[in-house]
Nanobody, 129 residues
Framework: DVQLVESGGGSVQAGRSHRLTCIAS????????????MGWFRQVPGKEREGVAA???????SYADSVKGRFTISKDNAKNTLYLELNSLKPDDTAIYYC????????????????????WGQGTQVTVS
């Protein structure tokens, strides 16, 4: 089974940096699951889940306008790990952050559409004050 586990959430002062980690299991070594795309989403109570960033199998990245230039998505295939570097944090970045994987292949649909993704982590809370 494919499983995603996020970690790294916490309370952070505005303007500081933070890093989230998502460890994926059950994907590596299964050719059926390649290629795949991974993404980070976030959600606050009463609002829809929002796409934050995504990365394709070839390393191409996409970002929401609200985080472009501040957040960086990356992955370490050897460690089956997805990262999200959060810089210049703002109170509006407060949310539960989720990682997700879209496999096999990427799409259909835009990278920021939650419906495109097949597996999700449990989420990790980031609070910026």
């Amino acid at each position: 089974d494919v499983q995603l586990v996020e970690s790294g959430g916490g309370s952070v002062q505005a303007g500081r940096s933070h890093r989230l980690t998502c460890i994926a299991s059950g994907i590596a070594g299964h050719s059926y699951y390649e290629p795949n795309c991974m993404g980070w989403f976030r959600q606050v109570p009463g609002k829809e889940r929002e796409g934050v960033a995504a990365i394709d199998s070839d390393g191409s990245t996409s970002y929401a306008d609200s985080v472009k230039g501040r957040f960086t998505i990356s992955k370490d295939n050897a460690k089956n790990t997805l990262y999200l570097e959060l810089n210049s944090l703002k109170p509006d970045d407060t949310a539960i952050y989720y990682c997700a994987v879209d496999l096999p292949g990427c799409g259909p649909g835009p990278w920021y559409s939650p419906a495109r993704y097949d597996f999700w982590g449990q989420g990790t809370q980031v609070t910026v004050s």
